[in-house]
């Protein structure tokens, strides 16, 4: 066995691998990968004419302007920018809303019962009462506020400026 390299070996084998026959397991790595290419392994590199005839079993054929619309429509990053693009009509109607005066309105009610069995009397001591009752009392009570900020240095423009400028962001995102 012959044991120098010719120029070919040497070139194709630069870093051989450790232990014996390193070039010689990268060739065979090499012509491996060929063959499972040529042969239409799982890098999808078969031969168009089985294609076709898969096509004509009822396999759907995809134009590329079909594939590309299936391959958006299915992409996540796609449908989070649409998923965003919902939720911001909400923060909209939100940045519209800071326009409003707020209104507030409570309802409160109360009642209490109670025994006085003892007093002060008039000259400062306490003094028994001979026959104590039950004195109730009741309370309601309504609130209602509204509150509208006059001036506020145009912040609610801005805030509404802010959110318009993200969606058009985001449609724009959304059709590329």
């Given at each position: 066995?012959?044991?120098?390299?010719?120029?070919?070996?040497?070139?194709?084998?630069?870093?051989?691998?450790?232990?014996?026959?390193?070039?010689?397991?990268?060739?065979?790595?090499?012509?491996?990968?060929?063959?499972?290419?040529?042969?239409?392994?799982?890098?999808?590199?078969?031969?168009?004419?089985?294609?076709?005839?898969?096509?004509?079993?009822?396999?759907?054929?995809?134009?590329?302007?079909?594939?590309?619309?299936?391959?958006?429509?299915?992409?996540?990053?796609?449908?989070?920018?649409?998923?965003?693009?919902?939720?911001?009509?909400?923060?909209?109607?939100?940045?519209?809303?800071?326009?409003?005066?707020?209104?507030?309105?409570?309802?409160?009610?109360?009642?209490?019962?109670?025994?006085?069995?003892?007093?002060?009397?008039?000259?400062?001591?306490?003094?028994?009462?001979?026959?104590?009752?039950?004195?109730?009392?009741?309370?309601?009570?309504?609130?209602?506020?509204?509150?509208?900020?006059?001036?506020?240095?145009?912040?609610?423009?801005?805030?509404r400026d802010r959110i318009r400028a993200?969606?058009?962001?985001?449609?724009?995102?959304?059709?590329?």
């Open positions: 066995m012959n044991t120098t390299k010719t120029n070919d070996e040497q070139r194709s084998c630069v870093r051989p691998t450790a232990g014996a026959g390193g070039c010689k397991s990268l060739r065979r790595l090499a012509t491996g990968v060929s063959i499972l290419l040529l042969a239409g392994g799982p890098a999808g590199g078969g031969n168009v004419l089985a294609q076709q005839m898969e096509a004509g079993r009822g396999a759907t054929v995809l134009t590329l302007r079909q594939a590309l619309n299936l391959a958006v429509e299915h992409n996540p990053q796609y449908r989070q920018t649409v998923n965003r693009l919902d939720l911001l009509g909400l923060e909209q109607r939100q940045g519209w809303g800071a326009f409003l005066p707020s209104v507030d309105a409570r309802y409160s009610t109360g009642q209490a019962l109670r025994r006085d069995v003892s007093w002060i009397g008039f000259d400062g001591r306490p003094a028994q009462n001979p026959s104590p009752e039950w004195v109730g009392s009741s309370s309601a009570r309504m609130d209602l506020y509204v509150n509208f900020e006059v001036f506020d240095g145009g912040r609610r423009f801005r805030e993200k969606v058009r962001a985001d449609r724009l995102n959304a059709r590329v």
